[in-house]
T-cell receptor, first 112, second 117 residues
Framework: EDKVVQSPLSLVVHEGDTVTLNCSYE??????LLWYKQEKKAPTFLFML????IEKKSGRLSSILDKKELFSILNITATQTGDSAIYLC????????????FGQGTILTVHP | NAGVTQTPKFQVLKTGQSMTLQCAQD?????MYWYRQDPGMGLRLIYY???????DKGEVPNGYNVSRLNKREFSLRLESAAPSQTSVYFC????????????????FGDGTRLSIL
C-alpha cells in the first residue's frame, strides 16, 4: 500500500527561525512529489519535484527530492507568522489519473 | 480568477438526509476529483473524473455518487447521510495526468464543511 509519512506532525517556532519539514514515501510507480500549503481553506500548490537533487526555490521556501532515499524536505527560512499553516506532502503515482497519496501534514505555528 | 468553486461552504444534515455538493472550475481542466479530509488521515480520494463523460471510484467511494455534468462541473451526492460522513470535502481539478504525460498539479476549491447529526 502506498504511503507518505511526514515529520514532525507539528512544530512551533518564533518569527525569524528556519524550519525543515520532512517527507518520506513509498509509492508504486512514483512520478512526482508535491508540496501544498493549507491555511483555513484550500490547499495551495507550492512545488512539484520530479528529479532528484534539483532544488526548487520560491522566496524563502525551498525543497529538494532524493529519489534514492525516497525522501523530500521543505525548508522555510526567516519564518513569518503568515507561514503558519498545514504543509502537505503529496506523491503522484503512475496510474491513469495520477493517483495522489497524501501525508498527514505538518502543522507549523509561527509566533511573533 | 475563480479557479475551483464549491458550494455550499457549510452544511448540517440529519442522518438519512440526502445532499448534493457542487463543484465548478473555470480553468478548462479535463480531470476533476472529490476528496474528503479527516483529522490525522490526510485527504482521501472519493471519486474522480479523468475526462468529461467518465467517472471512477477512488479509495473511499461507499455512500457517495458523482455526476460529471459537463467539462466544468462535477457534483458529489450523499444519498443517505451517515455520521461517518462528517468531514471536510474538497473538489480539485487538473489537466489530464495519464501515462506518458507530465504530471499536472491539482488545484483545490475552498472545501465544504459537512456535519451529519
Amino acid at each position: 500500500e502506498d504511503k507518505v509519512v511526514q515529520s514532525p506532525l507539528s512544530l512551533v517556532v518564533h518569527e525569524g527561525d528556519t524550519v525543515t519539514l520532512n517527507c518520506s514515501y513509498e509509492v508504486t510507480n512514483f512520478r512526482s512529489l508535491l508540496w501544498y500549503k493549507q491555511e483555513k481553506k484550500a490547499p495551495t500548490f507550492l512545488f512539484m519535484l520530479t528529479s532528484s537533487g534539483i532544488e526548487k526555490k520560491s522566496g524563502r521556501l525551498s525543497s529538494i527530492l532524493d529519489k534514492k532515499e525516497l525522501f523530500s524536505i521543505l525548508n522555510i527560512t526567516a519564518t513569518q507568522t503568515g507561514d503558519s499553516a498545514i504543509y502537505l506532502c503529496v506523491c503522484a503515482g503512475g496510474t491513469s489519473y495520477g493517483k495522489l497519496t497524501f501525508g498527514q501534514g505538518t502543522i507549523l505555528t509561527v509566533h511573533p | 480568477n475563480a479557479g475551483v468553486t464549491q458550494t455550499p461552504k457549510f452544511q448540517v444534515l440529519k442522518t438519512g438526509q440526502s445532499m448534493t455538493l457542487q463543484c465548478a472550475q473555470d480553468m478548462n481542466h479535463n480531470s476533476m476529483y472529490w476528496y474528503r479530509q479527516d483529522p490525522g488521515m490526510g485527504l482521501r480520494l472519493i471519486y474522480y473524473s479523468a475526462s468529461e463523460g467518465t467517472t471512477d471510484k477512488g479509495e473511499v467511494p461507499n455512500g457517495y455518487n458523482v455526476s460529471r455534468l459537463n467539462k466544468r462541473e462535477f457534483s458529489l451526492r450523499l444519498e443517505s447521510a451517515a455520521p461517518s460522513q462528517t468531514s471536510v470535502y474538497f473538489c480539485a481539478s487538473s489537466e489530464k495526468s495519464g501515462a506518458g504525460r507530465r504530471y499536472q498539479p491539482q488545484h483545490f476549491g475552498d472545501g465544504t464543511r459537512l456535519s451529519i447529526l
